[in-house]
């Protein structure tokens, strides 16, 4: 009985052909096709099969032949790449038997699309909901494709895109960065995938900022991850939400704070700064609600990674008050070993500020620096310690693994902060101006300890 069958081939991996579709090229009188595609089917054609190739562009000429052959009695198969029913063949044909109001059977055999094979390369990038895009402006007006490309943006799917760039159409995935990098951070993983599961297949990783269109073909896949994909052990990510709903269930705190460091990191996109200075900025704006922290957060001499590098070895943290003592992530500490001491209630502290009329803090400080010179410094509250330690410093030649100056006040809080700047090699953090607290210098501290979130920016591990 003759009829005709649509049939995806798969991204070009005869291993990857699905049996109904070898068995419908094995059934087939006439195959027609595009003729770069019969290479990888001459192993499943009977003997005469009728084999008609076209060039590019000849869709429209397939189909019809395809109902001639059919309408003379044979049975046809009509190959497409990837799914025939996505960006294929499928489509055309169906309507063309409505046309021609043909009783011809027309069935659609499925194929393992190249966007899935791609997605099996790089690991798991559309756990969650994704749009697929073509940019070929051939058959549909470009003003409709950037409509389509805004929404996929501001939606937050993972986006896959076919037909991305060629030499006639080299403009428009610049134009798709652009628009990306308005609604996703810079730091969003990007793959290209080129002839995917074929001898020449080659994988790049990068991110939505440094992504270079200029390495991107027709013979290539791009895959844009949302705002919760990231890029592990060159695994690329998107979560599904199992971790979130079953592990963390009755711990609603970091999925709370993951969205809210969401909204955040969305404007700051803008900013021009490492992963590590951003981590720590969104700690401070998701502490204080204050997005002024964009002009006065200093990260300077590599201190982020200098710091964590002593906490992780089992370090010691000295704090000029317990507020800021009790603002930090206990958990963290118990598992790197590291001890967080204050003076302030120490009763050597207490006799020494009576015997050398100075306030209780800084006699903390004085305490702690004999006993801990090489110590992380925490300062919330109380700039006269902060000062207390960098006369130390200078008078007895030492520095300690880093300062994080966050006091809080009117009187001698902006000086206390400005000396630190005069340290060439000394790792400190600090919020210039009047601004401070405790539960800021706190919330330095565990941007620090969890350094190692800040490449996916998604905080909550011991929240």
């Known amino acids: 009985m003759s009829n005709i069958k649509v049939i995806g081939l798969g991204p070009g991996n005869p291993e990857l052909f699905l049996k109904p579709a070898i068995d419908a090229i094995k059934e087939a009188d006439v195959v027609i096709g595009y003729k770069y595609y019969f290479q990888f089917i001459q192993c499943y054609l009977a003997e005469g099969t009728d084999c008609i190739d076209t060039g590019m562009r000849q869709e429209v000429e397939r189909a019809k032949i395809a109902f001639e052959k059919a309408e003379a009695g044979q049975r046809v198969a009509v190959i497409s790449s990837g799914d025939a029913g996505i960006y294929g063949m499928a489509s055309l044909i169906l309507e063309m038997a409505d046309k021609r109001q043909t009783t011809i059977p027309v069935e659609v055999v499925p194929g393992i699309s190249a966007f899935q094979a791609a997605a099996a390369k790089l690991g798991a990038p559309l756990s969650h909901d994704f749009v697929i895009l073509s940019l070929s402006d051939l058959l549909t007006p470009w003003k409709l494709i950037e409509k389509r490309m805004k929404a996929a943006a501001m939606g937050d799917f993972v986006t896959v895109l076919y037909n991305p760039r060629s030499k006639k159409r080299y403009w428009q995935l610049y ?80 999925l709370i704070m993951q969205e809210s460091f969401r909204t955040i990191a969305g404007q700051l996109a803008d900013l021009d700064i490492s992963h590590e200075e951003k981590w720590v900025m969104m700690h401070c704006i998701h502490t204080t609600a204050d997005f002024e922290i964009k002009q ?55 006799a020494l500020a009576q015997e050398k009329n100075i306030t209780r803090t800084q006699a903390g400080i004085r305490l702690a620096v004999e006993e801990h ?91």
């Open 175 to 254: 134009r798709l960065q652009e628009l990306f990098l308005e609604e996703r951070s810079p730091s969003t993983p990007v793959a290209v995938l080129r002839q995917v599961e074929r001898e020449e297949e080659h994988i790049t990783l990068t991110t939505l900022c440094e992504f270079d269109p200029e390495i991107v073909d027709m013979f290539s896949i791009v895959v844009i991850g949302n705002s919760q994909s990231y890029v592990s052990n060159n695994k690329f990510i998107t979560p599904r939400g199992y971790y979130s709903k079953y592990e963390q269930e009755g711990a609603p705190g970091p």
């Open 296 to 350: 006065l957060l200093r990260v300077k001499n590599d201190a982020v990674a200098r710091m964590n590098e002593y906490l992780l070895k089992g370090g010691t943290i000295i704090t000029d008050v317990t507020m800021v003592q009790s603002g930090i992530r206990k958990k963290a500490c118990e598992r790197y070993g590291i001890t967080v001491k204050c003076y302030l209630h120490d009763e050597r502290t207490t």
């Open 373 to 463: 010179p090489d110590a992380l410094y925490v300062f919330g509250n109380a700039p006269t310690a902060l000062i207390e330690l960098t006369e130390l410093m200078r008078r007895k030649d030492f520095q300690p693994a880093g300062i994080i100056g966050a006091p809080v006040g009117f009187v001698n809080v902006e000086e206390s902060k400005h000396r630190l700047m005069t340290f060439n090699n000394l790792p400190y953090i600090s919020i210039e101006g009047r601004k401070g607290g405790s539960n800021l210098a706190a919330t330095i501290v565990n941007a620090v300890l969890s350094r190692d979130e800040a490449v996916t920016l998604k905080p909550g591990r011991d929240v």
